[in-house]
């Protein structure tokens, strides 16, 4: 039997690449494209590249959705509470909503009351949280930039004073409505920084990472991908081999994480892909540790780790539907 999934809010960037990983995945049937906005519009009609010239966006009922087995969210902040509890099934969140475990620091940084104060929803991160994964009803999946800095640090948190992650980001990381940030004639031949000390994504790294940090984000003139470059004060000297060790025994059981030795990673190492690549791993003459991270901030960032939590959740292996590299992503 194949997992019937569906999508609410299907037509943006990560619920499009939602539909062509589902689309493809060998152990899914993807019944329902919910989007009010390109509702009897097909797919390809607002992405060019995608190659099923009759697959529709629709607007049903969540009666309907309720009886799917998986119903992934890719809504507005604030919007997913109002609908997870209403669905009977298993629900994947791509929005802020269900991140936090303590719903206090979600109002406060999101300025929202979160009104669904009794589900139990589990952080999807694999790489921490796989065993519960497994048990949840409802996943948070985490936030692009919160991912590639918490896979960054976690080995290496308990040997440092302090860290820094500078982030550059893709512009399809501020979503489809056109702002600052992803207007062309803002981020061509330009980098924008942001946000500078208060990104939500902070507090959202600090549920994990306890060592005290600082984070900025910048958009960069590229579509996808997210470089996170980890600067870390550590609180002794530790050879870069015994570092690159530590890095390697934490993560040897992970499927999606490559740690590189001999090479600082690069977007092109992990666009299209469900991948994190780790490298660097540089002490320098302040005893400062330099750590870069790079994931595909729409697959392993949101959509492909969304389907790795589906995995998860569902006793498939983890590596089904995600081995790939997707096409381009082209909207008309």
Do not use: W
């Amino acid at each position: 039997m194949k997992i019937k999934a569906g999508i609410i809010g299907a037509s943006g960037y990560a619920g499009y690449e939602l539909i062509k990983i589902l689309k493809k995945h060998p152990k899914v049937d993807l019944k329902i494209l919910n989007s009010r906005t390109y509702a009897g519009k097909t797919v390809k009609s607002i992405y060019s590249d995608f190659n099923d010239s009759k697959l529709k966006f629709t607007d049903v009922g969540l009666d309907e959705l309720s009886s799917l087995d998986v119903v992934f969210l890719t809504v507005p902040n604030g919007v997913a509470m109002r609908i997870a509890p209403k669905l009977k099934c298993k629900v994947i969140d791509l929005s802020a909503d269900y991140r936090y475990n303590n719903k206090n620091i979600y109002e406060k940084i999101y300025g929202i009351k979160h009104i669904d104060r009794k589900a139990k929803a589990i952080y999807g991160l694999p790489e921490l949280f796989r065993r519960d994964i497994k048990k949840a009803k409802v996943i948070g999946n985490p936030g692009c930039y919160a991912t590639a800095s918490i896979l960054a640090a976690l080995p290496i948190q308990k040997y440092c004073k302090y860290i820094v992650f500078d982030c550059k980001s893709g512009y399809s990381g501020a979503g489809v409505k056109l702002t600052y940030n992803n207007d062309p004639k803002n981020y061509i031949d330009n980098i924008i920084a942001y946000k500078l000390s208060a990104h939500r994504h902070k507090s959202e790294i600090e549920q994990f990472i306890k060592t005290k940090l600082s984070f900025t984000p910048h958009v960069i003139p590229t579509f996808r991908g997210i470089m996170c470059t980890m600067h870390a004060i550590l609180n002794k000297k530790i050879d870069n081999n015994k570092i690159k060790n530590i890095y390697k025994s934490y993560y040897k059981k992970e499927p999606f994480i490559k740690i590189m030795e001999d090479k600082t990673p690069e977007l092109h190492d992990v666009q299209n892909t469900n991948y994190c690549c780790i490298g660097g791993f540089e002490v320098d003459d302040n005893n400062q540790l330099v750590v870069v991270s790079t994931i595909d901030n729409l697959i392993k960032g949101a959509a492909g780790q969304a389907v790795q939590n589906m995995n998860i959740m569902f006793g498939i292996e983890e590596k089904e539907g995600l081995s790939f590299s997707a096409y381009p992503l082209k909207k008309n």
